[in-house]
């Protein structure tokens, strides 16, 4: 597993220091262009480089209750992750539910407990999973699922690290701008929706154009964001409305 050997080959100071860096840039919530999205992918990104897993995502509940996919590592992870909250199956779902993390260290062996999201994880090549909840005190936002293409579980370290990343994006969310009211939390949660939608659409526009699978294509757009100092949103509204330059986009990966 690439990640996990990338994690290993970490001497104790890199690592450190690549964790308190991750903790930085996810504490600073208050400036005033924050962008959920690109909040929400940073989170994702993160745990594949610091936890050694394959992939991960973030699914949030709305005002009305309902869940929804708002950001994911890969495009594996995307479909695993909306057939999760379309069939109401899987240890994310549970997670959400009971505010408690639930772990899966070889889902092809517990089928019997998820059964449809089972079989959509071996077709999207993934074969354990441990979801974390995001939740401050009793109010539980959505949950962080770390996926595996192999039939392992995440370390007991990695889990606490996980969940402390979980917890610092909870509040983040929560409490940008000072967040107080339950409307002003709605509309903070439907932003970071809406903007998943218009990245979606990006995605699928720069990876018709550019002959790029969604996956590259989507890191030719946040490092065309990031090289600019663009919010990712914007860029990706721009895509999808036409007024971008995608061969400028294209051209390259910006890491």
């Keep these: 597993m690439t990640h996990s050997r990338e994690v290993l080959e970490q001497t104790p100071l890199e690592r450190a220091l690549r964790i308190s860096r991750t903790f930085v840039s996810l504490a600073d919530t208050l400036v005033a262009d924050f962008d959920v999205a690109d909040f929400l992918n940073m989170l994702t990104e993160h745990c594949t480089e610091l936890l050694g897993v394959s992939a991960a995502g973030v699914i949030l509940r709305d005002a009305d209750g309902s869940l929804h996919v708002a950001a994911t590592s890969s495009q594996r992870a995307e479909l695993l992750e909306l057939f999760a909250v379309q069939t ?3 240890p994310c779902l549970d997670c959400i539910r009971n ?8 889902l092809p062996a517990e089928a019997h407990h998820w059964p449809r999201f089972a079989a959509a994880a071996a077709e999207c090549g993934f074969r354990a999973a441990q979801a974390l909840p995001m939740r401050l005190r009793d109010q539980v936002i959505g949950a962080l699922t770390l996926l595996n293409t192999e039939a392992v579980g995440v370390g007991p370290e990695e889990i606490e690290l996980g969940q402390a990343m979980a917890d610092v994006a909870t509040i983040g969310i929560l409490q940008q701008r000072s967040i107080e009211r339950g409307d002003q939390l709605a509309d903070q949660l439907q932003t970071a929706l809406t903007s998943r939608v218009v990245i979606e659409q990006a995605k699928g ?9 969604v996956d590259e294509a989507f890191t030719r757009l946040r490092g065309h964001a990031r090289a600019r100092n663009l919010r990712l949103t914007d860029l990706a509204r721009a895509v999808a409305d036409g007024h971008a330059d995608l061969a400028a986009i294209l051209k390259r990966p910006h890491r």
């Excluded at 505010?99 to 070889?106: A, E, I, L, R």
């Excluded at 526009?205 to 699978?213: F, N, Q, W």
């Design 205 to 213: 526009i720069l990876a018709g154009h550019g002959a790029v699978s």
């Design 99 to 106: 505010g408690t993390p639930v772990s899966c260290t070889d």
């Design 88 to 90: 109401d199956d899987g």
